[in-house]
């Protein structure tokens, strides 16, 4: 009896499988319908579409008022109030290459404060150079914008793979001046020429002597307001 209710069962199963999954398969088709379809695929109306097409349309500026402006470059002295920049640069110290940071404040539109890192690397031995500098300037109607610099700072030579030998500091005194050839206000060329005087001692000799430096360097300044 038991062996012929498993066969009963068996073979209910059998007639009964293709219809259900028909049932299965006609249920799921009614639920994607056209519209469901349109209701499930996402909008490009929803605000991730927007935040992503906004995104790629276009770049962003440092100073967003500058969006619309292109390349033309302001008449107002007021462009130079409180902002602040940022200056890689490259060119020479000495007879050696020289890389260099600048960092600077403008409180006001003729007078700057900027804090420089210089690296001057050389075969036998590689120095750093860090100074604060005092810029001033008058500012001109139009994109080329000259300044004269005044900085102290320390001069620190490694010796590199010298032996027993320790890094030397030294006092050092910079002077000079530049030009900067803006190209929109927050984006400028900016060429430098400086004297730098290292004060140091020469070997069993008494007293302090400067030894004289030329330093000159080109790259980019990069400008942010940070309001009046």
């Not at 430098?192 to 000159?216: C, F, H, K, M, W």
Request: hydrophobic share 40%; glycine share 10%; charged share 15%.
């Amino acid at each position: 009896m038991r062996t012929h209710a498993f066969a009963c069962l068996g073979a209910a199963l059998v007639v009964c499988a293709p219809g259900f999954v028909r049932a299965q398969s006609a249920d799921s088709t009614a639920a994607a319908t056209p519209d469901t379809l349109r209701a499930s695929a996402p909008s490009s109306t929803t605000p991730a579409a927007k935040s992503a097409a906004g995104h790629n349309a276009g770049i962003t500026y440092l100073v967003p008022a500058l969006k619309d402006a292109g390349y033309s470059v302001s008449r107002n002295p007021a462009r130079f109030l409180h902002r602040v920049s940022f200056s890689p640069a490259y060119g020479q110290f000495g007879e050696n290459e020289l890389f260099a940071f600048r960092f600077g404040y403008s409180p006001n539109t003729w007078l700057g404060y900027e804090v420089a890192l210089g690296h001057n690397p050389a075969d036998g031995l590689h120095a750093l150079m860090h100074t604060f500098n005092v810029l001033v300037r008058k500012p001109l109607p139009g994109r080329f914008q000259p300044y004269a610099t005044l900085g102290y700072g320390m001069l620190t030579v490694y010796p590199g793979q010298a032996v027993n030998a320790d890094p030397v500091t030294k006092n050092a005194l910079t002077f000079g001046g530049g030009l900067e050839l803006y190209i929109r206000d927050d984006v400028a060329i900016r060429g430098e020429i400086r004297g730098a005087s290292v004060l140091g001692q020469e070997l069993n000799s008494p007293g302090t002597v400067a030894y004289d430096y030329r330093e000159y360097t080109i790259g980019f300044a990069f400008y942010r307001s940070l309001g009046s």
